[in-house]
T-cell receptor
Framework: DSGVTQTPKHLITATGQRVTLRCSPR?????VYWYQQSLDQGLQFLIQ???????AKGNILERFSAQQFPDLHSELNLSSLELGDSALYFC?????????????FGNGTRLTVT | GQQVMQIPQYQHVQEGEDFTTYCNSS?????IQWYKQRPGGHPVFLIQ?????EVKKQKRLTFQFGEAKKNSSLHITATQTTDVGTYFC???????????FGGGTRVLVKP
């Protein structure tokens, strides 16, 4: 158990809809990262937050947004969903803002857009 | 932008044999991390390499960071069925702020 909690585990929704994915980092970790993994593909970095502030941005679509709350949990909002958004979305946390500490991944949320 | 390439994409290994997977970056890296993702699971951190030419071992796994800090390798000896999974390298370029993952090497073990 990595200590990172993601909900829900599975999400099935229709095109054009909006969903929210939630992540609670490991106790004490201030950084939260979001990654997208399409079927049998690598991990695409979306966005990173540190202690409530955005720190780095990857290939995140304008239809996607995220935030980190004062209690350090994070939410990833996906809107105007398209079939191609179907993927496994991972949240990871680390103790620091830099990359000298390892990332601890949650179990992911599998999103299916129909 | 920074690219991290892994080869091979797939590795079919006979149980008991050795194999190596390689990770190559288009830019010099400040450090490199390796993760393993079991089928249906999430990536799990294995190790981090920071120094040029660094070599670290974890039981049957040997990790190496290239002298130029642009490539890395993972060598597994006497492969076991428990080694099945996808191995990802991830690097951050010097003075960078994004951890870029390679595409992974999917390892299949034949008993």
């Amino acid at each position: 158990d990595s200590g990172v909690t993601q909900t829900p585990k599975h999400l099935i929704t229709a095109t054009g809809q909006r969903v929210t994915l939630r992540c609670s980092p490991r106790s004490g970790d201030l950084s939260v990262y979001w990654y997208q993994q399409s079927l049998d593909q690598g991990l695409q970095f979306l966005i990173q937050y540190y202690n409530g502030e955005e720190r780095a941005k990857g290939n995140i679509l304008e239809r996607f947004s995220a935030q980190q709350f004062p209690d350090l949990h994070s939410e990833l909002n996906l809107s105007s969903l398209e079939l191609g958004d179907s993927a496994l979305y991972f949240c990871a946390s680390s103790a620091q803002t830099g990359y000298n500490s390892p990332l601890h991944f949650g179990n992911g949320t599998r999103l299916t857009v129909t | 932008g920074q690219q991290v390439m892994q080869i091979p994409q797939y590795q079919h290994v006979q149980e008991g044999e050795d194999f190596t997977t390689y990770c190559n970056s288009s830019t010099t890296l400040s450090n490199i991390q390796w993760y393993k993702q079991r089928p249906g699971g999430h990536p799990v951190f294995l190790i981090q390499l920071v120094k040029s030419g660094e070599v670290k071992k974890q039981k049957r796994l040997t990790f190496q960071f290239g002298e130029a800090k642009k490539n890395s390798s993972l060598h597994i000896t006497a492969t076991q069925t428990t080694d099945v999974g996808t191995y990802f390298c991830a690097g951050i370029k010097a003075a960078g702020n994004k951890l870029t993952f390679g595409g992974g090497t999917r390892v299949l073990v034949k008993p």
